[in-house]
Structure formats: C-alpha cells, structure tokens
C-alpha cells in the first residue's frame, strides 16, 4: 500500500525558514521522481518543485526559485523541501507527490503570517 506523509509545516513569520519532510512508503522511492505541490484557500494545486529519481535535475515555480530547495534520500525514502525567507504569498497546504501517479500524502500546513 503506498503511502506518503508529509510533516513540518506550521506558523512562521515573514522571512522565516521552515523544512518539510515526505516520508514514502509501500513503492520503489528511488525509482520515481518526485514533487511537492501547494493549494492555498480558492486557488488550484500548483506544482512547487519537482526532483529526478536519483537527486538530479531539480525544477521550481518561479515564485519560489532562490528560496526554496528539494531534496531527497532514497535510503530513508524521505523528500524534504527547505523553505527559506518564506513570505504570506508561500501560505498553502503542501502535498508529496510521486510524479505522473495519482499518490497524494494528507498534506502539511504552512502559515506565513506576522
């Protein structure tokens, strides 16, 4: 059964950092590239990053090139996503997800908020 749980959002101030972990199980981790996508309140899921299955060729939404970093490690089938100076516009549920499949985790909440 796959499964993928996101934790590590919260409440962070203007400029804050905050890192996400996706921990995967149930499938081949290492076998699939990965994503993070984010739905803020009335908006459509918008892809965030997405990551190759071996680390390589990482690609962001403009809106957070520069400030933000995915990573993984297929040993501890775990996907990370390093969220620096993160402003109000960042607020959103963010989401794992295996690429081109339909296996979502629940979801982790960050509130960029003074």
């Known amino acids: 059964q796959v499964q993928l749980m996101e934790s590590g959002g919260g409440l962070v101030q203007p400029g804050g950092s905050l890192t996400l972990s996706c921990l995967a199980s149930?499938?081949?981790?290492?076998?699939?590239?990965m994503t993070w996508y984010r739905q803020a309140p009335g908006k459509d899921r918008e892809l965030v990053a997405r990551?190759?299955?071996?680390?390589?060729?990482?690609r962001y939404n403009d809106a957070v090139k520069d400030r933000f970093t995915i990573s993984r490690d297929n040993v501890k089938n775990v996907l990370s996503l390093q969220m620096n100076n993160l402003k109000p516009e960042d607020t959103a549920k963010y989401y794992c997800?295996?690429?081109?499949?339909?296996?979502w985790g629940p979801g982790t909440q960050v509130t960029v908020s003074s």
């Open positions: 149930g499938f081949s981790f290492k076998s699939y590239a």
């Open positions: 997800r295996g690429e081109y499949t339909e296996w």
């Open positions: 990551i190759g299955e071996t680390g390589d060729r990482p």
